[in-house]
């Protein structure tokens, strides 16, 4: 057994992390702090907001917005070490199992290391294989893109169907959607992943078969609902071309040759990844064939960069600078001690629109979990709900209730120096506009607006509590120059590295989802009773709840289903 892995099992059996000298510092610190004003913090130390900050390859965090000293900074990386977070960090980065429930490694940082670098699972190096994946994903971008891959019928591809749905899906269309402005806008991208027919159907009812590539990702290739489309997509393509024309326009990315050659597609258009990277994981595997369609390869390898300079900083930077755990430290902070029950993610940037649902799964499906590594009840609570649109019009929504709710909600604030495009309204730039807003919410979130403020401002007596803004309502301001795909990349991977430092803490298991499964298991069992034909052939013999047996008994009688 090596040293990591005696010192993982240590930590997998660790007593709960509430009993440990450095939960109850924190909880006594936490005490003496919770009623503390950010006006105050301010004003006890004015050059916070130059200390409190930190910036890596361009990517500049100010956390002084907080409700934390440095003092809470020193406990909470205490905390870190306690659990022997540099050791959880390496066993990752070196391919230990650390996936116990699926006894898997979780080597999404293979996928964007050196091509020099050596990776081991199993006695065998993953590296040279994650390079020379990319390096076909490379060509067959290349060749799509400039036209010497055709359709059956000679026609260039303009769409690009990607078919996936989860992992397979939200990481792309995010990267897609984020990086837009670096696509060859001459092949447009649409992602079809929900299993209602009306996704498919607005997807491909205006497409000229022809012109269509479909990518179908699947991990397992066995997923009910990309199966389910990718059936619907090769009949419309059938229908249309005949069946010689598939392999021309269908690829699949996947671990599971045989289900693909099961499916009927040729392994030789088939893109290879691992079962040690896991699905909300896999942007920076071929699951990103898509995005590397529409960006090109040498923009999809900045991405990588991005991502692998985001793991290097990780890694190596002590804690109390070290971006990803910073974050996951003050989450951990309102998480546990404020009670603070969700987490809002904001980019002032409309190409980051998906990027909050991006997160949702990578934070809630990593950390949504109520037992320990060694499947005990946890002692705290876990991941928090993650939510967010971007600015400004999440401000005209819901910012009221961050503003003047009773419920706390930290945010993280991304932005940008630099306007993706030169857009004035006459006279006003509107990303001078637009940032305008993003610097002052986190200026009024925090220091708010007092009664004697609204009092000196002259507003009429019985209106002074409704204008009145309590503040201290914690943010992260995170800014780079430009959203480029370097950018991109060390954004995913500062939240991928956010999660695992959490989850590390509380130790559970942030990369199995054994939470999705029941869900699938069930309806399973109900797609048959939906059918007329079959067993209970609507005499009543549903052997659910009472709820559900009668929601499908008048899903049926309604005639829903011709079958
Ligand atoms: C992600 C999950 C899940 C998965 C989808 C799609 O971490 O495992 O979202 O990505 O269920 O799975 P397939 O890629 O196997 O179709």
């Not at 510092?25 to 003496?32: F, G, I, N, Q």
């Not at 070490?81 to 699926?102: C, D, P, S, W, Y």
């Not at 190596?316 to 971006?323: C, H, K």
Request: charged share 20%; net charge negative.
């Amino acid at each position: 057994m090596s040293s990591i892995e005696s010192s993982l099992d240590a930590v997998l059996h660790a007593s709960p992390i509430t009993g440990t000298p450095e939960w109850a510092a924190l909880d006594k610190h936490h005490a003496e702090l919770a009623d503390v004003h950010l006006r105050s913090l301010f004003a006890q130390d004015p050059s916070r907001g130059e200390t409190l900050t930190v910036e890596t390859d361009g990517l500049y965090l100010d956390y002084s917005k907080n409700r934390v000293t440095a003092r809470t900074v020193e406990l909470l990386v205490a905390l870190a070490e306690r659990v022997r977070l540099r050791e959880q960090v390496e066993a990752m980065f070196t391919g230990e199992k650390i996936n116990t429930t699926e006894g898997r490694a979780v080597l999404h940082a293979a996928l964007r290391a050196p091509a020099d670098t050596v990776i081991e699972v199993d006695g065998v190096n993953v590296v040279p294989a994650v390079h020379e994946v990319l390096a076909r994903m490379s060509v067959f971008a290349d060749k799509v893109r400039s036209g010497v891959w055709t359709g059956s019928t000679g026609k260039h591809i303009r769409t690009v169907v990607n078919i996936g749905i989860g992992g397979s899906d939200l990481g792309p269309a995010m990267a897609y959607e984020a990086l837009l402005d670096y696509s060859d806008r001459s092949i447009q991208m649409r992602f079809v992943s929900n299993v209602d027919g009306t996704d498919i159907w607005e997807a491909t009812h205006d497409l000229d078969p022809a012109e269509t590539l479909f990518v179908v990702s699947s991990k397992t290739f066995t997923t009910l609902e990309t199966l389910a489309n990718a059936r619907t997509a090769r009949a419309w393509l059938i229908d249309a071309l005949g069946p010689d024309a598939v392999p021309f326009h269908f690829v699949a990315v996947s671990t599971n040759t045989e289900k693909v050659i099961e499916f009927g597609m040729d392994s030789a258009n088939m893109f290879e990844f691992w079962d040690w990277v896991g699905g909300r994981y896999s942007l920076d595997s071929a699951i990103g064939l898509s995005l590397m369609l529409a960006v090109g390869p040498e923009n999809f390898r900045e991405m990588l960069a991005g991502f692998h300079a985001m793991d290097v900083h990780f890694r190596t930077a002590p804690f109390d600078r070290n971006l990803p755990v910073l974050l996951a430290l003050l989450g951990l902070w309102y998480r546990d001690f404020f009670g603070a029950q969700t987490h809002a993610v904001l980019p002032y940037s409309h190409y980051l629109g998906r990027f909050p649902a991006y997160l949702q799964q990578l934070d809630m499906e990593s950390n949504g979990k109520s037992v320990d590594r060694a499947g005990r009840p946890v002692s705290v609570p876990t991941g928090p709900v993650v939510w967010g649109t971007p600015g400004t019009n999440g401000q005209h929504a819901y910012f009221q209730l961050i503003h003047q709710g009773t419920t706390l909600i930290p945010c993280d604030f991304i932005g940008f120096v630099a306007a993706d495009h030169e857009v004035r309204d006459g006279g006003t730039d509107h990303h001078v506009l637009l940032m305008a807003n993003f610097f002052a919410q986190t200026e009024a979130l925090a220091f708010g607006r007092t009664a004697e403020q609204v009092v000196a401002e002259g507003v009429a007596p019985e209106l002074v509590p409704h204008r009145t803004f309590a503040g201290n309502h914690p943010t992260n301001t995170i800014m780079a120059d430009r959203l480029t795909p370097f950018v991109l990349g060390q954004l995913v991977a500062l939240y991928e590295h956010k999660v695992f430092t959490q989850g590390a803490i509380w130790n559970v298991n942030s990369f199995d989802q054994w939470g999705v499964e029941l869900g699938k298991v069930l309806a399973q069992r109900i797609i048959p009773e939906l059918s007329a034909d079959t067993v209970d052939g609507g005499s009543g013999k549903l052997a659910h709840d009472s709820s559900t047996n009668t929601l499908i008994r008048r899903f049926r009688e309604a005639g829903h289903l011709s079958g």
